[in-house]
Every structure is written in structure tokens, then in C-alpha cells.
């Protein structure tokens, strides 16, 4: 047994053929999956601790300024202004591509300004920023949009608390390609992924 796990040990770690780097990728799968990601999901709190950027919504193609000169009307309508915008976290928001990691926030402790995830009327979750957010009964009820975008969204208007997956809190450019490119190559059309 002991000869066994020798070589077991060897084949996995040091040895260079394609079988045992096929068998490290499963290995590195089942790890991160089954280990990694449920395990960061309880520390965080929640169930998605990390999504992967797949739209462009969050974009700004320009400097802070030249961007807020382009937007200013858009967050108007939500009483948003340039200052309390330079105080919100990813003000300069984040590209299509970025992997960003989540934690589950109690409706209490988010507010406008914060970028969210949330089941939207699509099959990915949304990541948008709260341009608002009201007290209806029990339940807060926020509204989002994203930065680059003209409107907002239909389902965005009015999410409750259950629709909201978690808050983003670090963003790691572009790493979220490999998951990206990672889901389409399981679902099929992994060049689209990977394609602007």
C-alpha cells in the first residue's frame, strides 16, 4: 500500500505526462468546487462567493470626470451626485472579464451606492449599483443600474431582499475570463465567451 501511494504521489505531482495533467485539472476541479468555493460561500455568507463579469454595463471607457460629464443626468434622477458618487466603492466600476468576490450582507447594511448581485430577469446573476432603496413594510426594496448603462433594466426597478445574492467587496481583473471561457466551454461556444 505504502509502494502504491509512492507512486500514486509521484504520478499525480511530479510526473509530466498528459494523463497526469488531466488528472490534475479534475483534481484541481473537484478541490475547487467541492472544497474551495462552498468553504469560501460560509465564510462570506452566501451561497455565490464569486461571480465572473460577463457584460460590459459596468464599464467606464474614460476618466472618472470625463465619465461623470457623460452620466451626470442619468443619476440625477436618483439625487446622486458627483460627490456622493467619488465616495462610493469601484467609482471607476469594473470591465467584462473581472472576477468579483461577494459577501452576504443582511438588507439592513446595504445602501446606494453599493454594487450587488442579484437574480435578474436572465439566466446570470446581475451586478449593478443601488441608486436606491426604500423601506416597503418588512422588506427593503432596492433599484440598480449599470454604470454604462443609458437605463435601467426592466427587473431592476423594484428587487427584493431574496433576489439579492451578495455584495461585492474586492475585484480581481480579468481572472473572471478563466470562468468565463471555463462555463462556455462545458455549455458549448466557448470562443463567444471569450470574444468581446
Known amino acids: 500500500m505504502k509502494k502504491f501511494l509512492k ?13 497526469s495533467w488531466v488528472v490534475n485539472i479534475v483534481l484541481a476541479f473537484i478541490l475547487i468546487k467541492f472544497l474551495v468555493y462552498p468553504g469560501l460561500g460560509f465564510v462570506l455568507a452566501t451561497g455565490s462567493p464569486v461571480v465572473a463579469v460577463v457584460s460590459g454595463s459596468m464599464e467606464h471607457n ?13 443619476y440625477e434622477l436618483f439625487n446622486i451626485t458627483q460627490e456622493n458618487f467619488e465616495t462610493f466603492n469601484f467609482k471607476n466600476g469594473f470591465n467584462k472579464g473581472d472576477l ?17 448581485v442579484f437574480r435578474g430577469g ?5 451586478i449593478h449599483r443601488i441608486v436606491s432603496k426604500e423601506e416597503v413594510g ?12 443609458a437605463n435601467q433594466l426592466v427587473y431592476e426597478k423594484t428587487i427584493t431582499e431574496e433576489r439579492v445574492l451578495g455584495k461585492a467587496i474586492v475585484r480581481i481583473p480579468y481572472l473572471g475570463y478563466v470562468k468565463i471561457a471555463f462555463s462556455s466551454l462545458i455549455n458549448g461556444g466557448w470562443l463567444n465567451a471569450i470574444l468581446p
Not at 418588512?138 to 448603462?149: E, L, P, R
Open 7 to 19: 507512486k500514486l504521489w509521484y504520478f499525480i505531482w511530479e510526473d509530466n505526462s498528459v494523463l
Open 62 to 74: 474614460s476618466d472618472f470626470d470625463s465619465w461623470w460629464s457623460e452620466k451626470t443626468k442619468q
Open 100 to 116: 468579483m468576490l461577494l459577501k452576504g450582507k443582511s438588507p439592513e447594511e446595504l445602501k446606494v451606492g453599493d454594487v450587488i
Open 122 to 126: 436572465e439566466a446570470d446573476p446581475v
Open 138 to 149: 418588512n422588506q427593503a426594496i432596492f433599484s440598480t443600474k449599470g454604470d454604462n448603462n
